[in-house]
């Protein structure tokens, strides 16, 4: 049975469970109260997976991951997703030089909105 291995990171139970309510991010806390309920023996991590209704490889794979990498490989870091459309700097260009209004449209579609050099 696979449990996280605290004294090799010199940590005890109550700093895991610190992080798990402490995290600045859900996933991290998520990350962090499985492996404080797996390594207080609470439940296992097929136990825990089906209590929070996670796939049992990635409860597993967290479990692996700390052992290996450490407290911040758990860490949550965003990736992937949709690239925005404009930078922060070409938002705050265009907003100098253009007036940005919503158009209604008719039935369902998406939201048109009209730019308008000022």
């Known amino acids: 049975m696979i449990r996280p291995d605290f004294e090799k990171w010199q940590q005890r139970a109550a700093e895991?469970?610190?992080k798990s309510?402490?995290?600045?991010?859900?996933?991290s806390r998520e990350r962090f109260q499985a492996l404080y309920m797996i390594g207080t023996e609470q439940c296992n991590a097929s136990q825990w997976a089906r209590t929070i209704?996670?796939?049992v490889q990635t409860v597993l794979k967290?479990?692996?991951t700390y052992n290996e990498q450490g407290p911040t490989a758990l860490d949550y870091r965003h990736s992937g997703g949709r690239q925005p459309k404009m930078s922060e700097a070409d938002k705050d260009n265009t907003n100098s030089n253009y007036i940005l209004r919503k158009v209604a449209v008719s039935g369902h579609g998406p939201t048109v909105w009209i730019a308008s050099i000022r």
């Open 16 to 18: 895991i469970r610190e």
């Open 21 to 27: 309510i402490e995290a600045d991010h859900k996933r």
């Open 53 to 55: 209704k996670r796939c």
């Open 62 to 64: 967290w479990v692996h």
